[in-house]
Nanobody, 120 residues
Framework: QVQLVESGGGLVQPGGSLRLSCAAS????????MRWYRQAPGKQRELVAG???????DYADSVKGRFAISTDNAENTVALQMNTLKPEDTAVYYC??????????????WGRGTQVTVSS
């Protein structure tokens, strides 16, 4: 079994910063990619940022220049540094990972999410 556990969410004022972290644990042979998604009330879940092999794959246009994704492959963790936060960044943020657990078994795993609220 694989578990992804997010941390670091909370309430922040507009213009502030938060750092989210996600740790993968369990039976892990390889981690191919890690991503952050978010879902705001009444909206579909959207990809925020992704990283694979230490190379950032992409950022959503709405967060470019403000958010930065990073990973520690040795620890199977991924972080999302969020700066200059806006009220429209308010959402539940989910960690996602593409993980191989044993040879021939590779799948997508999700964390339970962490709430980020940007409000004055």
């Amino acid at each position: 079994q694989v578990q992804l556990v997010e941390s670091g969410g909370g309430l922040v004022q507009p213009g502030g910063s938060l750092r989210l972290s996600c740790a993968a644990s369990g039976t892990i042979l390889s981690v191919y990619a890690m991503r952050w998604y978010r879902q705001a009330p009444g909206k579909q879940r959207e990809l925020v940022a992704g990283i694979s092999g230490g190379v950032v794959a992409d950022y959503a246009d709405s967060v470019k220049g403000r958010f930065a994704i990073s990973t520690d492959n040795a620890e199977n963790t991924v972080a999302l540094q969020m700066n200059t936060l806006k009220p429209e960044d308010t959402a539940v943020y989910y960690c996602n990972a593409d993980i191989q657990t044993v040879p021939g078994a590779r799948g997508q795993y999700w964390g339970r999410g962490t709430q980020v609220t940007v409000s004055s």
